[in-house]
């Protein structure tokens, strides 16, 4: 048993584990006291190696259990880091870079992550084709996490009252907004607990192909209990990580000299969603874009109907106050952007590489924006 995990760990791409020291490195470092951005930087290295592991472990799941399942496992344990640092942030009243992170993480999904796995697994191939019915469900939901998002700031301008800027972290809001953030936040979370009822009990089969892996394709031959378990360390090893990049967040934007907005919406984004990424890229090489297309729009999905509602509820319990969840015109735009591209690519149920290359141009085009902001 010992023998085949080890082999398990340099099978494939081994280059990720070469990084592994910078995980007790980083904890080290925190704990002398060292420089924020050392600090900073070291974590946000020590995610790749676990965010290979989850890629090997999400595989071994999907080959047993399908796409849809192996997806949902793997963006849930990929969003935990998310979720961890969205937390340590409320604590200190940071609602702003909490706000920043969620919208950066959706756009960083659909367009960098699916953008890149077009690109690269599009490399050699005339097109990719995926399941445009299963990928418009994902999209859906996606539309309405992002009318959600944007509407309690429509309601704030109705209202009269000035949305946040860029970069604001302290902006004072009337309960009423933060009541209705509350009743949106349920509502939302109620439908995703229907859309995963919908994807793996009544249309089951619709997002669990049963020839999307070929048996030949379970390299490792881990059980289910041993891929769920290497999952489970994963997301810990990446939570850890997490932990100690955000307390060096605050100091490292200052001695880099980018806003705490940029850190959040971009930097701490692909950082909190590096599992993803990679998992999503290898996949979407192999030639598997069905589960590339799951992970990278089920996870946008995900951190709008649940991750952030959640963290709208935990708000009330967490920090100084309620986060109402009112958005900064940049975060709008980018979330109704995100939704919207990402409908239009799922519908047509086929990419090129050359459509990859357009959606990173996207997301460069924004991020521009935001380092300026």
């Given at each position: 048993?010992?023998?085949r ?5 340099f099978l494939?791409?081994g ?11 980083a904890?080290?470092l925190q704990?002398?006291d060292a420089?924020?951005v050392?600090v ?7 995610i790749?190696p676990t ?5 090997t ?22 969003n935990a ?13 940071l609602?702003?870079?909490?706000k920043?992170?969620l919208?950066?993480s ?8 699916m953008?890149?796995s077009?690109?690269?697994?599009g490399i050699g191939r ?12 994902q999209?859906?939901m996606l539309?309405v996490?992002a009318?959600a ?6 309601f704030q ?5 000035p ?5 604001d972290?302290h ?8 009541h209705?953030?509350l009743a ?9 607990a229907?859309g995963?009822f919908?994807?793996?009990k009544t249309?089951?089969?619709?997002f ?15 059980s289910v ?9 994963a997301?810990?090893?990446?939570g850890?990580?997490s932990?100690?990049?955000?307390h060096?967040?605050?100091a490292a ?6 806003s705490e907005f940029?850190i959040g919406a971009?930097?701490v984004?692909?950082?909190g969603?590096?599992?993803e990424?990679?998992v999503a ?8 874009m069905?589960l ?5 729009i ?19 319990f967490?920090?100084?106050?309620p ?7 940049l975060?709008?735009g980018?979330?109704?952007f995100a939704?919207l591209?990402?409908?239009y690519?799922?519908?047509?149920g086929e ?19 935001f380092g300026?902001?």
């Amino acid at each position: 048993m010992l023998r085949r995990v080890d082999r398990s760990f340099f099978l494939g791409p081994g280059w990720p584990y070469l990084l592994v020291p910078f995980i007790p490195l980083a904890i080290i470092l925190q704990a002398a006291d060292a420089s924020d951005v050392a600090v900073f930087f070291t974590a946000a290295l020590g995610i790749v190696p676990t965010a290979s592991l989850m890629s090997t472990a999400t595989e071994e799941l999907a080959a047993r259990a399908g796409p849809g399942i192996g997806g949902l496992l793997n963006v849930t344990f990929g969003n935990a880091p998310e979720l961890i640092i969205a937390l340590f942030a409320l604590g200190q009243g940071l609602h702003e870079v909490v706000k920043a992170t969620l919208v950066g993480s959706v756009m960083g999904n659909v367009l960098l992550v699916m953008g890149a796995s077009m690109l690269f697994g599009g490399i050699g191939r005339e097109k990719q084709t995926f399941d445009r019915t299963a990928a418009n469900v994902q999209t859906t939901m996606l539309l309405v996490a992002a009318a959600a998002a944007a509407m309690p700031a429509v309601f704030q301008l109705v209202h009269g009252d000035p949305l946040p800027l860029p970069g604001d972290q302290h902006v004072s809001f009337g309960g009423t907004i933060e009541h209705l953030s509350l009743a949106i936040s349920i509502v939302l979370i109620a439908t995703y607990a229907v859309g995963l009822f919908f994807s793996l009990k009544t249309h089951r089969r619709l997002f669990n192909p049963p020839d999307e892996l070929a048996a030949e394709d379970q390299a490792l031959g881990w059980s289910v209990r041993q891929a769920v378990s290497m999952l489970a360390i994963a997301g810990i090893a990446v939570g850890i990580m997490s932990e100690v990049l955000v307390h060096s967040i605050t100091a490292a934007s200052h001695t880099i000299g980018l806003s705490e907005f940029f850190i959040g919406a971009i930097i701490v984004a692909i950082v909190g969603n590096a599992a993803e990424h990679w998992v999503a890229v290898v996949v979407a090489r192999k030639d598997k874009m069905d589960l590339s297309i799951n992970i990278a729009i089920g996870s946008s999905a995900q951190i709008g109907l649940f991750v952030g509602p959640v963290l709208v509820i935990a708000s009330f319990f967490i920090g100084p106050g309620p986060m109402p969840f009112v958005l900064n015109g940049l975060e709008v735009g980018a979330m109704l952007f995100a939704a919207l591209i990402a409908n239009y690519v799922a519908s047509e149920g086929e990419s090129t590489w050359f459509e990859g290359a357009q959606l990173l141009a996207v997301y460069g085009l924004l991020a521009l924006v935001f380092g300026f902001a």
